[in-house]
């Protein structure tokens, strides 16, 4: 347990340290604007999922059941980074200014690290199919932010959602992102009923509540 502890804690603060260093890159170049670099859903959603990952794997440490409220906001930041590997990795591969390996960690190695992690290791409850509608509020907030930008200051982080290329363009994007994120919450929802390695805290203190969830 406190193995999975840490690496949840390594694994958050180390993505953290990629994202720091990336903007870094951008500072040093002058380029270094901290809405447009984090405007990016990669580097937004990245460095939220990796204080969430520090926060549960605290949670863990201090022997207590993750709450469920934990659990959902981590289920619905696992559906968006599979979203960002697919999209990467499938319809946009080498797009973007970031070192090589930046981007391999950030589009493959952190995606696949949380994937793994939701999937075998049963910390987590099963999240109710009711609450699936809520792997969307987060990406049609960022859509709403970043196209309201492309129509003012015309900063967009991808180019697809360009305004220029007109309304069927962008509705076709967005439709198929927002499709996209449903179906991933589906998948990482089903996965959540899955029990491979069921942890719960170690020796507990006297009287303290353990619980066993898979």
Not at 89 to 104: C, E, F, R
Not at 110 to 129: C, K, N, S, Y
Request: proline share 7%; charged share 10%.
């Amino acid at each position: 347990m406190r193995a999975i502890a840490w690496a949840r804690i390594a694994a958050g603060a180390s993505c953290i340290a990629v994202l720091g260093y990336a903007w870094g890159l951008r500072v040093v170049a002058g380029d270094g604007g901290v809405f447009d670099f984090f405007g990016y859903f990669t580097n937004q959603t990245s460095l939220l999922m990796g204080l969430v990952l520090i926060a549960t794997g605290a949670v863990v440490l201090a022997r207590r059941a993750v709450p469920r409220w934990l659990s959902t906001v981590r289920g619905i930041g696992v559906a968006c980074l599979v979203v960002v590997a697919l999209v990467y990795n499938v319809l946009v591969p080498g797009t973007g200014s970031a070192p090589p390996w930046v981007s391999a960690v950030l589009h493959i190695v952190f995606p696949i690290a949380v994937v793994l992690d939701w999937t075998f290791v049963a910390d987590r409850p099963a999240v109710p199919w009711g609450r699936i509608w809520l792997v969307l509020p987060y990406p049609v907030a960022w859509l709403v932010v970043v196209l309201a930008r492309g129509m003012t200051d015309g900063w967009v982080p991808y180019g697809f959602l360009l305004p220029e290329r007109g309304l069927p363009s962008l509705l076709v994007h967005v439709i198929g992102l927002l499709a996209a994120l449903l179906a991933a919450g589906v998948l990482v929802w089903a996965a959540s009923r899955l029990t491979v390695f069921s942890i719960e805290p170690a020796e507990a203190p006297a009287g303290a509540r353990t619980t066993v969830l898979g």
